[in-house]
């Protein structure tokens, strides 16, 4: 019997398991899929040649984790890999913000928009850097994240304080234009914001695209050699290393409660696995409380507010094998291992507005990845493995081009999304069309098939929006890997602090399953001797 049962090999559950391994625990991960990884995969679907992320691609929160620096997967075959620029915004008339881990390169790009935005960009950057220690050791430990806030609060004052503190809850669009008199700085914060579900308009939304720019001026944007899988591979190693056991093709459809705690998992085969201490699960907020528990185990209050519980945005995705680089019209782009296409800021909020009510983008805001351009592993030398993501509503009423999509998402469906997600890339790269060799769609319902916790082509584990964050997240009161059952720990990205590949959540749930299981002699001791080195810190 396993100390641990952890539910899903996705990033989440692999550092979930690693952490406890550390800790001497014997753990068996259970995966429903074929194969490990969750949204962190890779294959040849499209092209023999090429190389295709299925899902996610591009990790400035894993370079940024501190979770993940401490597991040390370079030494079971990760390797980093870079463009040469970060991101470009190009529009349609030709001129292109850029994002580059040389601060020089990204002030310049932006005084070509309105001169004095480069020096506008270092301001926000210095900020980030007296923030960056105490922010990221809140953003990656468990809510909340008292010592961390602490210190946080203290570099907050001196960088501003409420000054700054309003900023970052500032949407988007406003911090933009506080900071910046051109298009050039405000299109690259909000385009990050919408790497999330938040509108140019939305509370919060300008605290987030600051983040995700920082985040890439500093550590970039960096994929895995061979594949966004190849992180994944080097997870699995670890864990088989320290004695941990992976098992695909095994979907949990029900966590056993007895006594009043978590005492094991069943599977959609009848196999009961029982866990000694722990079970750990990495999987959606609803699929947890509404379906691998009877609701007999869960409080009313519990029940009642899943109800409200929000997805973000689904999420529409579109992969190429490409004979040549993409023709982009604004050069810079070419560089760029992440390019955003939308003509503007009124764009962008059009394309959320049309979300909001239901409608299928006539104009979809895209998230354009370069695979070859950031990793040469991709494809054959003077091709590109390229890919673009949009984001639709889950439930449609409308197509606001008058095409017809329907939201059954049938072979009609697709192929009308592919070929207008195509036609706007065309709008920055005429000529891009001409250049495919092959093409895969993936739509919300395959996303969802292809990796459970996707519900409805969902890739955040939940909004982004304040709502749904600290305290609130993934309902209001809780904000902890611990559940209302004891010896059961959500491990996914539906905890604080949220989607992303970090690991945060699962090593999170992981600690939580340790302390609750530490020997009370031992716990106090502990206890102790941080009492003792805080006396002597104070003399």
Known sequence: MPDAVVIGAGPNGLVAANVLADA??????????????????????????????????????????????????????????HAPSVLAHPLTDGSCAVLDRNIGTTAASLDTFEPGDGAAWRRLHDVWQSLRPGLLQALFTPFPPVRATARLALRLRAAGGLRMARSLVLPVRRL??????????????????????????????????????????????????????????????????????????????????????AVGVRTAGGDAVPARRAVLADVSVPALYGGLLDPEHLPAQLLDDLRRFQWDFATFKVDWALDGPVPWQAEPASRAGTVHLADGMDELTRFAAQIAMRQVPDRPFLIFGQMTTSDATRSPQGTESAWAYTHVPHEIRADAADEGVTGRWDTKDQELMADRVERQVERFAPGFRSRIRGRRILAPPTLEALDGNLAGGAINGGTTAMHQQLVFRPLPGTGRPETPVPGLYLASSGAHPGGG??????????????????????????????????TGARR
């Open 24 to 81: 001497g625990w014997s753990v068996e991960v259970l995966e429903e899929q074929p194969e490990p990884g969750g949204a962190v995969r890779h294959d040849r679907g499209v092209d023999p040649d090429f190389v295709n992320d299925l899902f996610s691609s591009f990790y400035p929160l894993a370079a940024a984790s501190p979770v993940l620096a401490a597991l040390h997967p370079e030494e079971h075959g990760l390797r980093w890999s």
């Open 176 to 261: 933009g234009e506080e900071e910046f008199r051109g298009a050039g700085g405000r299109l690259l914060l909000a385009g990050n914001a919408l790497h999330a579900d938040l509108a140019p308009e939305s509370a919060g939304s300008g605290g987030f695209g600051w983040l995700m720019t920082m985040l890439g001026q500093t550590y970039g944007f960096p994929v895995p050699v061979g594949g966004s899988g190849a992180l994944t591979s080097a997870l699995v190693r670890r864990l088989e290393t320290l004695g941990g056991r992976v098992r695909c093709g095994q979907r949990v459809e029900h966590v056993v409660v007895r006594g009043g705690r």
């Open 501 to 534: 590949v970090h690991g945060a959540p699962g090593a999170n749930a992981a600690r939580a399953a340790l302390r609750r299981n530490r020997p009370p002699g031992l716990a106090r001791a502990q206890r102790l001797l941080a009492q003792r080195d805080r």
